[in-house]
């Protein structure tokens, strides 16, 4: 049996990233954003979603640009601690000990310390509510060389262990059940 619940946003898991923003050194910046996702494959597109009163809002509309920083069980605490304290008041890089790295197309720093770091541009800023949607072009991925599998030439996200949010928590993925395309494949 099931019962009505109070309308809300219960589409989990969510990737748990890090966006990091900032043109230059002074105002670099990360936030933490479970309200991101793929908008569309070609062109590739993503979107965040960012309250107007975070201090990021502010540099990501000025700059148009950030990079979507996928995190990992290791960096789970720096990723939660980057959620709940302020720019304004910290410098995230260097209290949670997280190496800037240079993307190759747009201004914003990259976390190293990420597996898979997006690049973006933003094309279009919707205000919805609680949160302005950020709906960006992906114009770069830098992704970390040690998770490239040989054999296939995939990106193995099983083996950069990635962290998810759900409902306010955050886990570890679990085991690989299957890929795209397995329930209906010839044997």
């Known amino acids: 049996m099931k019962h009505d619940w109070k309308p809300g946003t219960m589409i989990y898991p969510l990737p748990a990233v890090m966006v990091s923003c900032g043109s230059e050194p002074s105002e670099y910046n990360i936030l933490t954003i479970a309200w991101v996702g793929t908008i569309c494959s070609n062109p ?3 979107y965040i979603s960012v309250r107007p009163e975070r201090h990021s809002h502010a540099i990501l509309t000025r700059n148009m640009e ?9 960096m789970a605490r720096a990723t939660d601690w980057c959620g709940v304290v302020s ?5 995230k890089f260097e209290e949670m000990k997280l190496t800037v790295g240079k993307a190759s ?5 990259l ?3 990420s ?5 973006c541009r933003v094309k279009e800023v919707m205000a919805l509510g609680s949160h ?3 709906i960006s072009e992906v114009v770069n991925v830098k992704a970390d060389d040690r ?3 040989s054999t296939s030439g995939k990106f193995d996200m099983q083996s950069a262990n990635l962290m998810a949010y759900i409902h306010g928590n955050y886990y570890g993925l679990g085991e690989l059940i299957g890929h795209f395309g397995w329930s209906v494949k010839k044997k």
């Not at 597996?115 to 690049?119: G, H, K, S, T």
């Open 44 to 46: 590739p597109m993503c």
């Open 87 to 91: 720019g304004r008041d910290h410098h």
């Open 115 to 119: 597996p898979l770091c997006i690049e």
């Open 111 to 113: 976390i190293e310390e």
């Open 132 to 134: 302005d949607m950020f």
């Open 147 to 149: 998770y490239f599998d």
């Open 66 to 74: 950030y990079v979507i920083n996928l995190t990992t069980v290791e």
């Open 105 to 109: 197309v747009v201004r914003a720093p």
